[in-house]
């Protein structure tokens, strides 16, 4: 099994983000060394999806693990999510619970070793169960089944929602392990007033009404 860790990511200048980023490149690299690292960019106004499939353009794994420049799981639930991966088609999501760290706690977290872990539960602005986004693990054969992540998307949202939705519909139904997700702290790029969030949205109510509908998925995709 060859697993290629698939990363969207690209500086704005941004300082909190290209901290982050850096802290967790070296987590990756330390913690799972034998796993290639391909970092994927897009065109402005960034989006995620096509940057994770520019990584994948890069990539020769057969094991696809998507994570992106400000989440972490601990290495085994991404060890255990890979491992799904490979034995079973669909896609697989290292965390039940999505945990966005205060600004305070994502400063310590970057100075802090690798493989660093919380003894009690750290302080977050928000956290989210059942998030489909972050660190997820895939098989390349069923994220090319499904073209990768949908195209036609405009800077901030919902393409993990749709390549989600395309994956339960086309290949199998997604699998999630147990455990926390953590997100470093950075100034949010979401805006629900935006021309590019509701173009978005709209997709993504696309897709959500091709759910389990193969025929309308794959004329979407």
Known sequence: MNVSILVPFKSFGD???DLNWSWIRARLESLHPEWELCVGESEQPFNRGAAIN???SQA???IFYISDADCFVYPEQAEVAVRWASEAPGAVVAATRWVALERTITWQVRTSAHDFRFTSEPPAWCDVVGTVSGCVA???ESFEKVGGYPPGFDGWGFEDNCF???????VAQGRRLEGDMWHLWHLSARDPESPQFKHNERL???FGNAYG???EMRRLI
């Open 15 to 17: 300082n909190d983000r």
């Open 204 to 206: 993504n109510e696309l």
């Open 164 to 170: 989600w939705y395309a994956l339960e519909t086309l």
């Open 54 to 56: 520019h990584a994948a």
């Open 60 to 62: 020769s794994g057969d």
């Open 213 to 215: 509908k193969p025929d």
């Open 138 to 140: 895939v098989s390349r």
